[in-house]
């Protein structure tokens, strides 16, 4: 198949400013309004602090900087200065709200280093972190709220084409009309070469032909924004594929047939080559060694804190039914090595991780102990995992680690699965405060649950690690859990 020729020329109704002030400034200065309130937040914030405080020791302009400079460099650390259009409102709250508490810890960690925390009012520095709080939801969340809005209604909606199969056509338009949110919408879709036909969607549009019909049409039409989705045949090679849609005027996306959730695609340089990271990351060596530091208070507090519940649960176990206190099963940590991971003994036997066709526990387990189905619901037997944080082979949270035969079952199933293991295993974890754990009866389960591990690897913070923990006060009681 020949190549169509280059795209000479766009239609003359392409202009910048179509679509009015939501229409144009909104669809083409996003970055330039996300730059603007970089500025507004800390000025609004500060401009807050100065109308709740009476009064304090320190000058005025010292304050008013201290707040300013502290909100300016912390926010943007909670990635909130960037595109949402294609993002959960519910995400951007908790950064918005863990960005903030950041915000006020680093200035009462200031005011009680410099010993004038003293010197402010509490119920005024109180009302000035709800309003400040108030203020950056109404900033962010309320703002683009709105913006949703205006783009269910038609507003500052983006016009896009499509090149593919019908089948990746038809699913690309049901990802459309499923975020209605985004303000993305189909208006041309354009067939790759020997396409078997297949029965379309009433509220999609009809194929407007192949690459040739696209050239003639993307020179007759307006459009925002290209997408295409079929790699390449040996009739028609990537590299020409590549050279058509480089010749047109217009931002062109690839949208790969074969990805799944849990890659995250973040683009490299090799030289003057270009690398794709599809999994996997390196993260901040500091964040990391911050992390370790606050696994070993933590486990050291909860380890004091819990020594009496601890010994008890051990003579119980000890004394109900036969067997050891301690059962130690080997699970694959970080890297894929195996280690022994702690629990109180709940069952009646002790089978080891890698014992082949291990099962998992199920609602009415014979071999759970009457003990023992108690702690695992309570998610008291994982308790002595402490131990396991404090040596160093888990952590507070991460993917929580499962037995090596189901490793083994599972990886040959769900792509990406040994991703997991990029990270340190955790006591407790995302999917678990999500509601994925216990037992993993249908495929579907664990893919949930790994879907949401990797998630947590590629959104890591210590902030978010801080909000694991405080979920998991509130979870430890599973029904799932047997």
């Given at each position: ?6 795209i ?21 200065y ?67 709200s863990?960005s ?13 280093l ?162 794709i ?34 010994l ?6 000890a ?8 059962f130690?099963?080997t699970?694959?940590?970080l ?30 387990d ?23 944080v ?5 952590s ?10 189901h ?76």
């Amino acid at each position: 198949m020949s190549i169509p020729s280059p795209i000479l020329a766009t239609h003359p109704s392409q202009h910048p400013t179509r679509g009015g002030l939501t229409g144009g400034v909104l669809r083409l200065y996003g970055k330039d309004i996300n730059r603007l309130l970089r500025v507004l937040d800390p000025t609004l914030i500060t401009a807050l602090f100065l109308l709740a405080e009476s009064g304090s020791a320190i000058p005025l302009p010292i304050r008013a900087l201290a707040v300013f400079l502290f909100t300016a460099l912390i926010l943007p650390t909670g990635k909130l200065y960037r595109s949402y259009r294609q993002t959960s409102l519910w995400t951007l709250v908790r950064r918005v709200s863990t960005s903030w508490a950041l915000v006020l810890t680093a200035l009462l960690l200031l005011g009680f280093l410099l010993k004038i925390s003293a010197t402010f009012s509490r119920l005024e520095m109180s009302l000035w972190a709800l309003a400040g709080w108030i203020l950056l939801l109404l900033n962010h969340v309320g703002s683009r709220k709105l913006l949703r809005w205006h783009r269910l209604r038609g507003g500052n909606t983006r016009t896009i084409a499509f090149w593919g199969t019908p089948s990746q056509a038809i699913e690309f338009h049901r990802k459309l009309l499923q975020l209605p949110w985004i303000g993305l919408r189909l208006v041309a879709w354009f067939e790759a070469p020997h396409s078997e036909p297949l029965r379309l969607p009433p509220t999609m549009p009809p194929s407007s032909g192949g690459l040739r019909e696209m050239r003639l049409w993307l020179n007759s039409h307006d459009v925002d924004q290209i997408y295409f989705s079929y790699l390449s045949s040996a009739e028609l090679p990537l590299e020409q594929v590549l050279r058509f849609f480089g010749d047109t005027c217009k931002p062109v996306y690839y949208l790969p047939s074969w990805a799944n959730s849990s890659m995250q695609f973040e683009v490299d340089q090799l030289g003057d080559a270009f690398t794709i990271n599809l999994w996997g990351q390196e993260g901040s060596y500091i964040d990391h060694r911050i992390k370790r530091l606050i696994d070993l208070v933590g486990a050291s507090l909860a380890l004091v804190l819990l020594a009496l519940p601890l010994l008890v649960i051990a003579l119980l176990v000890a004394t109900i039914s036969a067997g050891p206190v301690f059962f130690a099963q080997t699970r694959y940590g970080l890297d894929g090595r195996p280690f022994n991971m702690l629990k109180f003994r709940t069952m009646t036997v002790t089978e080891d991780g890698s014992t082949p066709g291990l099962q998992q526990a199920r609602r009415d387990d014979p071999r759970v102990t009457p003990l023992g189905r108690i702690l695992r619901r309570w998610s008291l037997d994982e308790l002595p995992q402490l131990f396991n944080v404090l040596n160093g082979s888990m952590s507070l949270v991460g993917p929580r680690p499962h037995a090596v035969d189901h490793n083994e079952h599972y990886r040959h199933l769900i792509p990406g699965y040994m991703q997991r293991h990029s990270f340190k295993p955790g006591m407790t974890g995302l999917a678990q405060v999500e509601g994925w754990r216990g037992e993993t009866a249908e495929l579907d389960a664990m893919a949930r649950r790994v879907e949401a591990d990797l998630r947590y690897q590629r959104e890591w913070s210590l902030g978010m690690d801080v909000r694991i923990l405080l979920r998991t006060l509130f979870k430890l009681r599973s029904r799932n859990a047997y």
